[in-house]
């Protein structure tokens, strides 16, 4: 199963937790999308193929009626084969698709849109989300993989991942985003739990512990060990890599129940953290993952 899928699927758990506050995040993750169903609005009110992935995925997650889902495929046709789009477009472009229906991407655009994808390949056997890079990043490997999941299969020489995953370690045990940074981050660390699991790999001990230990006693998780305050994100996605190896962060529940609590609106959306005043369909995407998880 491909990580949208696999977040999808857990997502869809959080009504069990909102109850009828379900219906206000529906309504707030609809009220981004833009004029004509062209895309969901980021934070400056313009459409973005970014932002678009969490808006169509938190309303799958949400809705369950047949057609209550927009259609953005003329939309996303207008992108063709994603010429002239950033790393991160490219691979949020091929997710967009994976919801849409894959089908609906021409096999030439496919390839193309693969191979532009593949150019973002790093000497390491990585991918960063910069170009012309000769070691890879957690996040470029992560988009990269789950791009080529959404395309419908895997990068030319996948094992080659691990060279580039293992000179992200850090010597607390967990990982970083780029080489050479002496302290480890909680999304990197979680990208890199996740992905040991997609390629069939034991992620080491250490770093699961790692990440147990970035939640804080009154729950939500730190984006590094002397962060200033919790984070939505870092909590969804450490949540998300410690389910996926099976660990048992059972007594993390109640604590972090109450902060993503602390961090929702009630005209529907999630803030990113406690000084965050901007609700976006990113966050929200995230406020429905962490309950999901948290339903369980």
Not at 224 to 249: E, G, I, K, R, Y
Request: proline content about 6%.
């Amino acid at each position: 199963m491909s990580f949208r899928l696999e977040m999808l699927q857990v997502a869809r758990l959080a009504p069990k937790i909102l109850g009828e506050s379900a219906a206000l995040v529906e309504g707030f993750l609809r009220s981004r999308l833009a004029a004509d169903a062209k895309g969901f609005l980021d934070r400056d009110e313009r459409p973005d193929l970014y932002y678009s992935v969490f808006g169509i995925e938190g309303l799958r997650a949400l809705s369950t009626q047949e057609g209550a889902v927009p259609d953005l495929r003329p939309w996303l046709r207008g992108f063709g084969d994603g010429d002239g789009l950033d790393f991160v477009h490219l691979c949020c472009l091929a997710r967009c698709w994976g919801n849409a229906g894959i089908d609906g991407l021409p096999p030439a655009a496919r390839e193309a849109l693969a191979a532009r994808v593949e150019a973002y390949r790093c000497e390491d056997g990585g991918y960063h989300q910069a170009p012309g890079r000769k070691r890879g990043s957690a996040y470029g490997c992560l988009l990269a993989w789950g791009a080529y999941q959404d395309l419908g299969g895997l990068p030319p020489e996948p094992w080659r991942l691990a060279e580039c995953m293992g000179g992200l370690r850090t010597a607390d045990g967990a990982w970083s985003n780029e080489p050479h940074i002496p302290v480890g981050s909680t999304t990197a660390t979680a990208a890199m739990v996740a992905l040991h699991r997609h390629m069939e790999m034991e992620p080491p001990a250490e770093a699961v512990d790692w990440l147990m230990r970035r939640c804080l006693p009154g729950g939500g998780f730190l984006a590094m060990p002397n962060a200033p305050l919790p984070d939505l994100l870092s909590t969804a996605v450490a949540l998300h890599a410690l389910d996926a190896v099976q660990a048992d962060f059972s007594r993390l529940k109640e604590p972090c129940l109450d902060f993503v609590d602390s961090l929702w609106d009630a005209t529907g959306g999630f803030h990113g953290n406690w000084t965050d005043d901007v609700l976006d369909c990113e966050y929200t995407y995230y406020g429905l993952l962490a309950l999901g998880h948290l339903s369980l």
